[in-house]
């Protein structure tokens, strides 16, 4: 078991950085649609993360449960489940907020299918968090994510606390999934590997540069062809595989407590935390886009170019 908490540590601070160099400041973390498939798991990496000192667990219904099991976890964080009625009690004095509530993809379902089920349930958690906690970062992972941030963002705008610096679609498992089939199709260790991953975080608008890709590995036309299809349809490929029971809720818990993990030291004041994400930008001519940012105690720092 400890050798098990050594790794989950060492994978939520990407391998790189002393888990007790120093102390952490106290920062509550909101987790919205925590008895889900992804909150389940991505509520125990957040027990274990050593930036997390309080953790609400909040969903519609099973969150005492959870909530519970989790809290008997030997980490610092404070751990309490909330349902309905007590959403506001879960987000007050939050610095962080994770949405993974919201229907699975299902056989056959696309996106856009999706957007028709999770865009009201999307639009009352960010009512309750433009209430609640207003300056909290909000990181967005309910899909359609090309959808439910500009969504997130004009409800926020209404109630006048938008900041476009804390809103953030998390495109994280594109870039790990990148990162791992570009270093398992040219045999690299995948620790070392780094693989941009641009645009937005549905089908053809993943755009996984292998190009800038560290180590620099020769692919074919082919090869690239192969491995850019795979990243997009990634999502496509776990849900095949579930036979239909169920869609990419592991892998997206991990993308998600990597990137709460980078938003959260850039909180903290630590330098160069570059990560990526689906936010407000001028890059090009869409409003959102997914590119590399610099993340800082106010948020986004800095939307960096390709």
Not at 67 to 93: F, M, P, R, V
Not at 111 to 129: E, G, H, P, Q, Y
């Amino acid at each position: 078991m400890n050798a098990l908490l050594r790794c989950s540590k060492q994978v939520l601070q990407h391998g790189s950085r002393s888990f007790a160099s120093s102390p952490h400041p106290d920062r509550k973390v909101a987790l919205l649609g925590a008895a889900g498939g992804i909150g389940q798991p991505l509520g125990l990496l957040l027990k274990i993360s050593p930036y997390v000192s309080h953790l609400s667990l909040y969903d519609i219904a099973g969150t005492p449960g959870v909530a519970t099991d989790i809290s008997h976890i030997n980490s610092k964080a404070l751990c309490k489940g909330y349902t309905q009625d007590g959403i506001a009690e879960a987000l007050k004095g939050a610095d962080l907020v994770i949405i993974p509530a919201g229907v699975p993809r299902k056989p056959g379902m696309t996106r856009d299918d999706l957007f028709k089920i999770n865009a009201n349930i999307v639009k009352t958690l960010i009512t309750a968090c433009a209430q609640h906690c207003p300056g909290a970062m909000i990181n967005m992972i309910s899909n359609p994510v090309n959808s439910t941030v500009p969504i997130a963002a004009e409800i926020l705008k209404a109630a006048g606390v938008y900041d476009k610096k804390k809103l953030f679609g998390v495109t994280t498992l594109d870039v790990v999934r990148a990162k791992t089939f570009y270093a398992e199709k040219k045999g690299l260790n995948v620790a070392d590997v780094d693989v941009p991953v641009v645009g937005g975080h549905a089908g053809a608008t993943i755009l996984p540069l292998f190009s800038q890709a560290s180590p620099h590995a020769q692919l074919s036309d082919e090869e690239t062809d192969q491995l850019t299809k795979r990243t997009q349809d990634g999502g496509t490929e776990v849900v095949a595989a579930k036979a239909g029971k169920g869609s990419a809720t592991l892998s997206m818990a991990y993308a998600g407590a990597l990137f709460a993990d980078s938003c959260l030291r850039g909180l903290n004041g630590d330098s160069n935390v570059f990560d990526y994400s689906y936010v407000e930008s001028d890059i090009t001519d869409v409003p959102f886009f997914s590119s590399r940012v610099d993340l800082g105690p106010e948020g986004e720092r800095l939307c960096l170019a390709v």
